[in-house]
């Protein structure tokens, strides 16, 4: 299907909320100079005190465009009814695009009501009134910019996910009333060329950019966006995903366990053997090592995490002695360092890890002091410390576990018995007391106990 422009382009009026920022912007240079679109209503909080704000509505009055910008909250439903009837009658509304919303990311125990309400005003409650206030009207075009969170999740974005995935509802919701709706759950925007940077990716420095791309999500050029824009346009369906992937970090990720059950059908995986799960053992880090090199191996490890952390090629960057939050630890990077050190070790790390033992020298000494006492361990238990965690994730599968459950019971039975030579040694104090005389019993009653029978 043809691209179709959203509304009567020489007529009608579009409302872009959020349209002084650089996504916003971006998409109504984009309906002006690809779609025709006369009659633009731009909205942001700070309306014509924002940045850039001046001169992006001169670049769209030169290319044509009649352009009225706005300071309004589309959560101050209000606000927004006030704004929507002042929108003159021969130039009625017949287009919404709704790309407002802000982050604050966090781990999970961080994000407080006010932190939640930062992040839902804008993105939901802003899409609900626009819902309400326009339901009635003949609108061309209803779109919602989500986001990939919402469908996929994302690291320390529970109430950025959480609004997202109420804007795909409502999509699905006026869809199923006969109402146009398209919600595009984007991925990474990313470079626009002189405009700058997009979206989420306007708020991720290197580091975080490099960990999207280890998790497989590569950013969108702005001419793919847009594209990709125009394409969900030529749908009726209410709900898509515009992303940008990496099949190779998604296969990795999937193989691995961790990748989102939305995006498994995008990869193809490889068989999974069930002969090693659980964590690694202890002990084998450290085991048959002198001092020196064990501390040597965990330094390296340490080292490494960091750099893969925040997004470094190598080593070379992670000082010791540097503070992490000197060096860009967050939050949600000091949990992400946690985690992979607890899958590297087998230990059950705390999660104040990286506040705990703040500079890669401190958290190696407190790693060694975790890993020894394991490695000094005798084998045997490292053994069992293996078994457990392989019972631990043992297969659902009733006769296997019966038969799991009797070799165990073979092995305590064998575990309890006495050894051969205690059973000779008990044999032969067995003979000696059946054959003693009293004389002989008494013997070895003052030996054992001390001058009983005097």
């Not at 369906?237 to 961790?258: C, I, K, N, Q, S």
């Not at 053997?273 to 090199?293: F, Y």
Request: negative net charge; contains cysteine.
């Amino acid at each position: 299907h043809a691209p179709r422009a959203p509304g009567n382009p020489a007529e009608g009026t579009v409302l872009v909320t959020g349209g002084t920022g650089a996504l916003g912007g971006l998409v109504a240079r984009h309906l002006v100079a690809e779609h025709g679109v006369r009659h633009l209503l731009l909205t942001g909080r700070r309306g014509p005190d924002a940045p850039g704000a001046a001169e992006l509505v001169a670049e769209l009055t030169g290319a044509g465009a009649h352009v009225t910008l706005v300071a309004c909250d589309t959560a101050d439903r209000e606000a927004l009814a006030r704004l929507l009837d002042a929108i003159p009658a021969d130039h009625p509304l017949t287009a919404v695009v709704h790309t407002a919303g802000t982050l604050d990311d966090g781990v999970v125990q961080s994000l407080d009501r006010d932190r939640f309400d930062k992040v839902w005003r804008p993105k939901a409650d802003g899409a609900h009134h626009l819902h309400e206030l326009t339901e009635h009207l003949d609108l061309d075009a209803f779109v919602l910019f989500s986001s990939l969170a919402g469908q996929a999740g994302n690291a320390g974005q529970a109430n950025y996910a959480a609004a997202n995935t109420f804007l795909d509802a409502l999509a699905q919701h006026r869809h199923a009333q006969g109402l146009p709706a398209t919600s595009i759950a984007w991925g990474l925007w990313g470079e626009t060329g002189e405009a700058g940077g997009t979206g989420l990716a306007t708020r991720l420095d290197e580091a975080a950019l490099a960990r999207a791309g280890h998790g497989g999500l590569l950013p969108l050029a702005a001419a793919d966006g847009l594209a990709l824009l125009d394409a969900a346009l030529a749908t009726s369906r209410p709900l898509l995903v515009a992303a940008r992937f990496d099949a190779t970090a998604l296969r990795a990720r999937a193989d691995e366990g961790t990748l989102a059950p939305r995006l498994r059908g995008l990869v193809r995986t490889t068989a999974r053997r069930a002969a090693a799960p659980g964590p690694n053992n202890p002990a084998d880090l450290l085991k048959g090592l002198d001092r020196p090199a064990q501390e040597n191996l965990v330094r390296d490890l340490v080292r490494t995490t960091v750099a893969a952390v925040l997004g470094h090629p190598d080593t070379s960057r992670v000082e010791d002695d540097l503070a992490f939050k000197s060096a860009g630890f967050d939050s949600l990077t000091a949990g992400e360092l946690r985690n992979r050190l607890c899958a590297a070790t087998g230990l059950a790390l705390p999660v104040t890890l990286a506040f705990d033992h703040p500079t890669p020298a401190v958290l190696v000494g407190y790693l060694l002091r975790r890993l020894e006492p394991a490695a000094a361990q005798p084998p045997v238990l490292a053994e069992l410390d293996r078994l457990e965690s392989a019972l631990a994730s043992l297969a659902d599968d009733e006769e296997l576990r019966r038969t799991v459950a009797g070799r165990i019971e073979n092995l305590l039975a064998a575990c309890a018995a006495p050894a051969p030579e205690t059973a000779r040694d008990a044999e032969d104090d067995t003979s000696r007391i059946e054959s003693a005389t009293a004389t002989d019993l008494f013997d070895l009653i003052d030996k054992e106990f001390g001058g009983l029978s005097s």
